[in-house]
């Protein structure tokens, strides 16, 4: 237990955030299981971390254990919470629980066992905390943390603290990007986060693209193999698909094609495209009023860091807009394939058309513009860039 502890002393000492992120505030942190989800690369540990720096320093009480640990191969995450609260443990922070076979039934003993003991864990988006562990299904509270958004990049680049708005700025967003431009341009930093800044790796010296295909690969052979214990030999395939839709852009998938392309049936490609969408590596796009099972009308690269990464010789300006547009609307709002004329219909009620520099309007007041290139909207239309600021 003592390595334990100066494993957690050390980690602490050593974390330093770059960005706040305004979830360490969102979650109630009163509720007994908390479970933590997210995508690879997004800063689920450092976020486990500078929780526990914020709120305990070095106090005992707290203790961050990551499930990678070789101990947890012969010893049980209950037992080891038992051990922990009978040392004055209070809160227990474990990393990458999916790690430990058994995780979802031990977590549910230990909130049956220790009334007193608080546990937050971090796991992969690809998890079904609620729908795959009936055990968790009324004791965990399920979050989500996602990568940067453009006001955090932001943010971190030029050392302001702007805060974030919701879809209020429909209404206002002509005097809320008057306050920003007056402290910054936001348009000098737009190319690089759609090429780099959703991951908070890019602060790492190493080359982002070599790091984020590392991550990519470990989403697939990790997260989806692992969790939805799919074996091995079926890696190939999944990998294969991935490339294929990033190659296609963002269309409808031709499934009979994509199915012969890597010898599998329709349906396990319908499956596989789904693993992909939970593993945060796609996005599926339907028209209003359909879902999975059904075949989506458009898929999307999750956010357009992917994109550069992946097949970044066929990069569209458009696509990578509407990428961006859709990604950082996904976080609370429901993002369906527009109609003739129109990209997305947001909340089932609101039309987007994403417009690239230089895109000739013809005005449909029932219709909201998104312009990139432009610093300023007016009307009905509104500047691209000011959606980076919805989270």
């Not at 299981?33 to 976020?47: A, Q």
């Not at 690089?192 to 990519?216: A, I, V, W």
């Not at 010789?313 to 129109?342: C, S």
Request: charged share 25%; proline share 4%; glycine share 6%.
């Amino acid at each position: 237990m003592e390595a334990f502890y100066r494993t957690h002393a050390y980690l602490v000492e050593h974390t330093n955030a770059p960005v706040r992120r305004d979830l360490m505030d969102e979650i109630d942190w009163n509720d007994r299981l908390i479970g933590i989800k997210g995508t690879r690369g997004v800063g689920k540990t450092t976020f486990l971390l500078q929780y526990a720096k914020e709120k305990f320093g070095t106090d005992r009480s707290c203790l961050f254990i990551n499930m990678n640990n070789f101990y947890f191969s012969g010893h049980g995450i209950v037992e080891f919470a038992a051990e922990f609260q009978r040392r004055g443990g209070k809160v227990l922070l474990i990393d990458q629980v999916f790690k430990y076979p058994e995780w979802s039934k031990e977590l549910r003993m230990c909130y049956d066992r220790f009334p007193n003991l608080k546990i937050v864990f971090t796991g992969s988006s690809v998890m079904r905390l609620k729908e795959e562990n009936m055990e968790l299904r009324d004791i965990v509270k399920s979050y989500n943390l996602r990568g940067f958004s453009f006001r955090e990049y932001l943010n971190l680049q030029t050392g302001m603290k702007f805060h974030a708005y919701p879809l209020e700025i429909l209404s206002n967003h002509e005097q809320i990007a008057k306050g920003i431009l007056s402290k910054v341009r936001p348009l000098d930093y737009m190319q690089d986060y759609m090429h780099h800044g959703f991951y908070p790796f890019f602060l790492e010296k190493r080359n982002f693209s070599e790091n984020l295909l590392k991550t990519m690969n470990m989403m697939v052979e990790v997260d989806i193999l692992l969790i939805k214990q799919i074996e091995l030999k079926y890696l190939s395939k999944i990998k294969k698909l991935l490339y294929l839709l990033a190659v296609d852009g963002p269309k409808a998938p031709n499934v009979s094609q994509l199915a012969n392309d890597i010898q599998t049936s329709r349906a396990t490609v319908m499956n596989y495209i789904k693993y992909l969408a939970d593993a945060r590596l796609i996005n599926m796009v339907y028209p209003k009023g359909e879902e999975f099972p059904k075949k989506p009308s458009k898929i999307m690269m999750h956010n357009s860091n992917l994109m550069y990464s992946i097949y970044p010789v066929k990069v569209e300006e458009q696509d990578v807009l509407d990428t961006f547009f859709a990604n950082t609307m996904w976080k609370d709002h429901k993002v369906n394939k527009g109609d003739k004329n129109i990209s997305f219909m947001v909340d089932e009620v609101m039309p987007f058309k994403i417009c690239p520099e230089g895109t000739k309007i013809k005005n449909n007041p029932g219709v909201t513009y998104v312009l990139h290139k432009a610093e300023i909207g007016r009307g009905n239309q509104i500047p691209l860039w000011l959606f980076g600021f919805l989270y």
